[in-house]
């Protein structure tokens, strides 16, 4: 492969436009470039979840898998008309959060964003993904398309959510469950 970017100050956004994979030209503030900039924020808290110190070598090895399917995501936005993302990918992310749960036992009460150092940033990944599907979603209506890239969005945050629950237990033995008797 030959080099992509020569140059990184290009001067050609400073009108408040951005180029797509297509060549074409979009307002930095479009639905399509506020999606592809959230499923990149999402690609970067997953990134900086990899980074946790003692994270389970089978959590890490599949959020690096979830960070390339990411980065296929993005260029899916990236280029209208283009599919990257299929049905197999959204079966992985479900066949995951099916085996990390298998150990968990049921929920019965809502749990708080936190606990350890790798599950806070779990959460964080977790709530970014939901952001980055509403996202992905304005840009659907607007266009008028659809992909699996959105139900594997939904699927991502509930894998983290579950990876999250396991994480939790790693670090600290359990949740920290929301307190209902405080209302």
Request: hydrophobic fraction near 40%; proline fraction near 3%; charged fraction near 25%.
């Amino acid at each position: 492969m030959g080099h992509r970017l020569s140059r990184i100050i290009t001067r050609t956004g400073d009108d408040g436009n951005t180029g797509l994979g297509d060549g074409s030209r979009v307002a930095k503030d479009s639905a399509r470039v506020e999606a592809i900039g959230a499923v990149d924020e999402l690609n970067s808290w997953i990134g900086l979840l990899r980074a946790a110190p003692s994270l389970p070598a089978e959590i890490t090895d599949c959020l690096l898998r979830i960070q390339h399917d990411l980065f296929d995501l993005g260029g899916e936005l990236a280029v209208p008309g283009y599919n990257a993302i299929a049905d197999s990918h959204i079966a992985a992310l479900e066949e995951l959060a099916g085996q990390f749960n298998e150990s968990l036992p049921p929920l019965k009460e809502f749990i708080l964003p936190g606990g350890g150092e790798a599950t806070g940033r779990c959460h964080v990944a977790r709530a970014t993904a939901r952001r980055a599907e509403r996202r992905c979603w304005a840009l659907a209506r607007e266009t008028g398309t659809r992909g699996a890239g959105l139900i594997y969005l939904n699927r991502l945050s509930d894998l983290l959510f579950v990876m999250a629950r396991v994480l939790a237990r790693h670090e600290n033995g359990a949740e920290v469950l929301w307190d209902r008797s405080r209302l």
